[in-house]
Each structure stands twice: as C-alpha cells, then as structure tokens.
C-alpha cells in the first residue's frame, strides 16, 4: 500500500520575496517547499492566512515505493556503479586528450619535415 503526505499546493499564482528585492513565483498547481516559502519571505502566519483564503490548499501525494521494501542495497551498489563508470569516463576523456595532443604534435612534425624537405629538394 502507498503512503501519502499532506503537502501545499497553490492554487493561483503567488509572488512574494525577501527584503533583498528578488521576486520569487510560485505558480498555480506548484507544490509550496519549504525552499519556496523563503523565496516568498512567507511566515507560518501567512501560510495560514494564505490557506484561509484559499490562496493555497493542503493535499494528499503518494510518497514513490522503493520497490526494494526499505532495503537499499540496490540504490547504494547502482549508486557505486555509477561513480565508477564516472571514474572510468573521466579516465578515458583525459587519454583521448593526451593522445589527441600526440596526434597533433605529431602532425606538426610530418608538415615541418615536408616543408624542409621541399625547400632541400628546390
């Protein structure tokens, strides 16, 4: 069975800030975060003056099931998997780089050995 939480939900647009001057949104539908009340500069006060007018409403939302009942063996073995494959690219980025460096130094060479060939042979 799905556990529930009661969450806020604005049901219009709000606009709000701090004393800094930066005009924060919620829109209309959007879920009211504890981030976003201090975006707004909102107290529990106004919350609850907020939900009076019906300016935001308290609903209930699923919480998403693990799958894994709790056990997070798997989350914590995919997790390890990829920060390694992340190792392993970092890894192969930096050798492309330095054989790319190579190639190009290499390049370099040939077309100055061209050159001082030509210049001999004229």
């Known amino acids: 069975m799905a556990n529930s939480t009661k969450i806020l939900v604005a049901t219009r647009e709000l606009t709000g800030g701090t004393k800094k001057g930066e005009i924060a949104k919620l829109e209309n539908g959007e879920e009211l975060t504890a981030e976003k009340q201090k975006e707004l500069g ?43 494959a992340e190792t392993r690219v970092a890894e192969l980025e930096a050798e492309v780089a330095t054989l790319t460096s190579e190639k190009e130094a290499l390049q370099q060479a040939v077309a100055a050995a061209q050159q001082k060939s030509e210049q001999n042979g004229n």
């Not at 003056?49 to 073995?77: F, Q, Y």
């Open 42 to 84: 909102l107290t529990n006060k106004d919350i609850d003056h907020l939900k009076g007018r019906g300016d935001i409403v308290e609903v209930d939302a699923r919480v998403a099931e693990t799958g894994t009942k709790g056990d997070n063996a798997a989350l914590k073995a995919e997790t390890e998997r990829a920060e390694k």
